[in-house]
């Protein structure tokens, strides 16, 4: 059999099918066609030398926003993709029944990456976010209707992977539990989990986590006080353990404001590791502190996770909390999603949401991506000081950061 591509010589990490050893990956018609400890070269159309790298599943982000000109905080995935090690963009909740459409003609059809969603309670989406306005979409209850959602659902069930709301002060002003309820009502009537924001009370954690089902998804599961899911002392709260007995799935979603060191610490030695590691990447965090899915493995993996399991969080979780058993593995017959990654040695310095710092003698980067069977080198991988280089951001307006990220219009 003839292969379009190879991946020869690198050290295969496949949790999903529980291979950690030299392996070869040969794809074929946008799949994995043949994992084998030596592949012929002579087999492949092209033949990409994985030597001393670590070649695993197309990385899937759970928790990002890339409605990119849609929304105020949307990047382009297509940008982040090879040098994140991401071929599944996850968007959570940038768009909501009011304006999916669109989202899905403009980004997600146009996209070379995957990009899948969740639909926002909110029929606007978020669509009041930056560093100088900030409106939350669940302020209003009027937006929030869940027989709006379920049709957005019911039309784009191929992409929809789930409802999202966001709930706190911030996202939902005095509406207190009731987007949560919402919400839930909504995931409920069209069959799919609900991942649920909480950012400072009301509501708080006390509140959302004991209405959340097996299966649901809990972003900034790290997420410093208010709202921590550990008491001053370090203790995790028993709410968050009854949540994980229940089945609740912890997610990062690192983002902007919601990962804390040292509330991580107490997480991870108290046992309860999250079950999937997501950046929540949009345009006020893609320069820092988040950058990407891969600078938010490599925290984790300074806080002293191990490497196999930090991958599994970022493949196979995320895949299974989508019901998309096809991603986040190469076993043989799945697609052809692979991300050729490096634990690169050296001095980096990380920060996190409340501005600590965690100085590691590593990092995960990224080699480049296949996509459906086509490779996509990354050109900058041995550009790894934008860590070095973060410094929190003034308050400039959105159209100050958007011209940084994106360019000015006579660019």
């Known amino acids: 059999m003839q292969f379009d591509l190879l991946l020869k010589g690198g050290r295969l990490i ?16 946008g799949r994995v066609a ?44 297509d940008r982040l993709a090879a040098k994140s090690g991401t071929t599944t963009f996850i968007d959570a909740g940038s768009a909501g029944a009011g304006n999916f459409l669109g989202f899905r003609r403009h980004v997600m059809e146009r996209s070379k990456v995957r990009i899948l969603a969740y639909v926002n309670i909110s029929f606007a989406g978020i669509f009041g976010f930056s560093q100088t306005v900030s409106v939350g979409e669940c ?5 929030c209707e869940p027989r709006e959602v379920v049709a957005a659902v019911r039309e784009h069930r191929d992409v929809v992977v789930g409802v999202k709301v966001r709930s706190g002060k911030h996202a939902g002003g005095t509406s207190g539990i009731a987007p949560v309820d919402l919400a839930l009502e909504a995931a409920d009537q069209a069959g799919l989990p609900l991942m649920a924001h909480i950012d400072e009370p009301p509501p708080g954690r006390s509140e959302v986590l004991p209405r959340l089902r ?40 690192h983002g902007m404001g919601s990962f804390d060191f040292a509330v991580a610490r107490a997480m991870l030695e108290e ?3 999250p079950d999937v590691i997501s950046s929540d990447v949009h345009l006020y965090c893609v ?30 979780a995320p895949a299974q909390a989508i019901a998309r058993p096809d991603l986040g593995t190469l076993a043989v017959g799945t697609v052809g999603d692979v991300a050729v990654l490096r634990q690169r040695p050296g001095r980096f310095t990380f920060v996190d949401a409340v501005g600590a710092s965690l100085v590691a003698d590593q990092r995960l980067v990224c080699e480049g991506i296949v996509i459906g069977g086509t490779w996509w080198p ?3 991988v041995n550009d790894v000081s934008e860590t070095e ?10 159209v100050e950061v958007a011209a940084r990220h994106f360019g000015h219009r006579h660019d």
Not at 139 to 143: A, G, I, K
Request: proline share 7%.
């Open 34 to 77: 043949a994992v084998d400890a030596d592949i012929p070269a002579d087999r492949a159309a092209q033949v990409i030398d994985a030597g001393g790298c670590i070649v695993t599943s197309g990385l899937v982000d759970l928790h990002s926003h890339v409605y990119w000109g849609g929304t105020s905080l949307g990047v382009d995935a």
């Open 378 to 380: 990354n050109e900058a």
């Open 271 to 273: 046992g309860l590791a």
């Open 389 to 398: 280089r973060f410094a929190p951001h003034e308050r400039h307006t959105h």
């Open 14 to 29: 496949d949790p999903a099918s529980g291979i950690d050893a030299p392996r070869d990956v040969a794809i074929a018609n």
């Open 214 to 253: 097996k299966g649901d998804i809990l972003t900034h599961c790290f997420r410093p006080f208010p709202n921590a899911p550990v008491f001053a002392s370090g203790a995790v709260r028993p709410d968050m353990r009854l949540a994980r007995e229940r089945g609740v799935i912890f997610d990062i979603g």
């Open 287 to 316: 320069d820092g502190p988040a950058f990407d899915i891969l600078v938010c493995m490599s925290k984790l993996l300074a806080l002293g996770m191990p490497l196999v399991e930090v991958l599994r969080a970022a493949t196979q």
């Open 139 to 143: 302020s209003d209850l009027r937006l």
